[in-house]
Structure formats: C-alpha cells, structure tokens
C-alpha cells in the first residue's frame, strides 16, 4: 500500500483552493452524476497531472468522508488538526536542492518568477526562498527592521537578509489570512508589478499603489482574497485583508563554503499553528529540500 506523504496534502490543499474560486468553481452535480473521473479530470486541469498513486489518495479521500460530504471535502483539510507532535527547538538545517548538494547562495537567481519552496522547520510549512533585486535585477542589499502586526500594534526586530549581497530572505508561504499556499500566493519580481495578468497572477491597483508608497520593487501578493506584503521590509503588510505580516525564517549564510542554512522561525507563528514549534511533524534529517515549482506568469 501506498504511504501518503505530505506532498499529497499539499496537493490536496492546492485543490481545496481551486474549489473555492469561483472562476474554477467545482459542479456538485457533475461529480454525483459522474463520479471519481469528474474528480480527477477536475483536478488535473485546475492543478496538475495526477499519477496512479496521487489518484489512489484522492479516491481514499472521497471514499473516507463520501459522496455527499465531497464538496466539502477538500475545503475541510485546511482546518484539520496539524498533524504530529512538534519539536522543542529550532533546528540548524542545510539547505540542499533536488540532488541532495548543497545550496549555494551564489547561485540563486535574482528576482527568480517561479515558486521556489521548501519545508522548516516543521514538514507542513512551507517557505519561500528570495533573493531579491531591484528592476535592474541587481541584488538589493535588505536591512534589518522593526515590522508592525497591524492586528496588535506590536513590533518585532527582522535580522534583514544574507548571502554575498545581504538579499536572500526567506518567509513563510503560507498566507497569514485565511492560509492559502502556493501558486496563490507568491513573489512579484519588479518585471511583474503590473495590472491585467491572468490567475494566479492578478496584482491589484491597491498593491500596486503600496508598494510604491513603501518603496518596495516587488511584493508578495495573495490572489485568493489580496493580500499583499513587502519582501524588501520584513514581509511587512501593504495590503490586509490581512492583519499579520509574513512570519520569517533566519537564514544563515557561510561565506566559506556559500552554504546557506535555516536555523530559526521568527515574527508571528505561521498560519494555522499556535506556535512555531507545534502543529506538525519534525523534519527528518539534518537538510531540507528547495524545490523549484511553477512560474506562475507564465
């Protein structure tokens, strides 16, 4: 039997939003008339090729909760209990990529449009990886600062970003609004802060405007409800309706070997998780992979 792994939730996450949106709104009487092939066609449009193992997961899915709970099914994952007991300190974890070498900060391309995740420092949360740089893609030197929870008033110290130019950073991706994920939510590089992009790439005039304002090249911008948050300051809020900022994770960069390492979470806990250290299972090993995903403008 296959083992469901934590890539097939993020999968079925991926879906629960799709089902949400209207414009890709998912027919009820379509899936009671035809079944799992309505299902899967569904999904593979709106998601993603699925393989006979993933196919497997969601027919174990519908099957569990059946059909007259299906509509709900998928939008229901998001609000289950975090899997798995947590940990009781932030780990030292290197970051390595689909080969299993390690990162080098060097190599990370400036202003990167496709999603590019990985997991700490609990393996259902997500992060973004950035190495930010103004509309020339140079890289942008990023300052430590004082970021405000719009929902408190209250300020915590962002250490700013590493590397050889001080402009990777790293935060979570996982909206702080109603937590959607990637493709959803994601990174505006400076070439892409423009208005009239199809989904998942739908900028609004008010983030536009607020990024300006906070002099901020790029944003990153939620589609699901448009929240946006500034990657150059902390992933300080620009838009709500969000009322918390990004939570980050401190990256460690070592200038003799160019490795960079994640080593803390900081800022407010990550959506969906009462602390940072709670709400999931432990990553297994000393590294974590960074994954490369779609280009979402393209």
């Known amino acids: 039997m296959r083992k469901y792994n934590r890539w097939?939730?993020?999968f079925a996450r991926g879906l629960q939003r799709v089902m949400?949106?209207?414009?890709?709104?998912?027919?009820?009487?379509?899936?009671v008339t035809k079944g799992s092939d309505y299902l899967f066609n569904y999904a593979e449009k709106n998601v993603g090729t699925i393989d006979?193992?993933?196919?497997?997961?969601?027919?174990?899915?519908?099957?569990?909760?059946?059909?007259?709970?299906?509509?709900?099914?998928?939008?229901g994952l998001r609000v289950?209990?975090?899997?798995?007991?947590?940990?009781?300190k932030f780990p030292k974890v290197l970051l390595v990529d689909s080969s299993g070498s390690p990162l080098k900060a060097s190599t990370l391309p400036i202003n990167e449009p496709v999603i590019t995740i990985y997991l700490y420092?609990?393996?259902?949360?997500?992060?973004?990886?950035?190495?930010?740089?103004?509309?020339?893609?140079?890289?942008v030197q990023v300052q430590p600062t004082e970021v405000v929870i719009p929902q408190t008033g209250e300020k915590y110290s962002f250490p700013g970003g590493v590397g050889p130019s001080k402009s990777?950073?790293?935060?979570?991706?996982?909206?702080q609004h109603l937590g959607c994920e990637p493709p959803e939510i994601h990174f505006y590089p400076p070439s892409y802060m423009k208005l009239g992009m199809p989904a998942p790439a739908e900028l609004t005039a008010e983030a536009l405007l607020a990024a300006k304002q906070a002099n901020a090249?790029?944003?990153?911008?939620?589609?699901c409800h448009g929240s946006t948050y500034d990657p150059y300051h902390g992933a300080s809020v620009l838009t709500g309706p969000t009322q918390r900022p990004l939570p980050y994770v401190e990256l460690e960069w070592d200038p003799t070997t160019d490795y960079l390492y994640a080593v803390e979470e900081g800022g407010v806990p990550v959506?969906?998780?009462?602390?940072?250290?709670?709400?999931?299972?432990?990553?297994?090993?000393?590294t974590t992979t960074v994954s490369k995903t779609i280009n979402p403008f393209s």
């Open 52 to 75: 006979e193992g993933r196919r497997n997961f969601m027919k174990a899915l519908a099957i569990g909760v059946g059909v007259a709970a299906v509509a709900g099914l998928l939008p």
């Open 271 to 286: 959506y969906g998780h009462t602390s940072d250290l709670t709400g999931g299972n432990p990553l297994s090993g000393d």
């Open 8 to 10: 097939d939730l993020f």
């Open 168 to 175: 990777i950073v790293s935060y979570s991706a996982i909206c």
């Open 121 to 139: 420092p609990l393996a259902d949360e997500p992060n973004f990886l950035l190495n930010l740089g103004d509309a020339s893609n140079k890289p």
């Open 217 to 223: 090249p790029g944003v990153i911008h939620c589609d």
């Open 80 to 88: 289950l209990p975090a899997p798995g007991v947590g940990i009781t």
């Open 20 to 31: 949400r949106n209207p414009k890709t709104k998912f027919d009820e009487r379509e899936f």
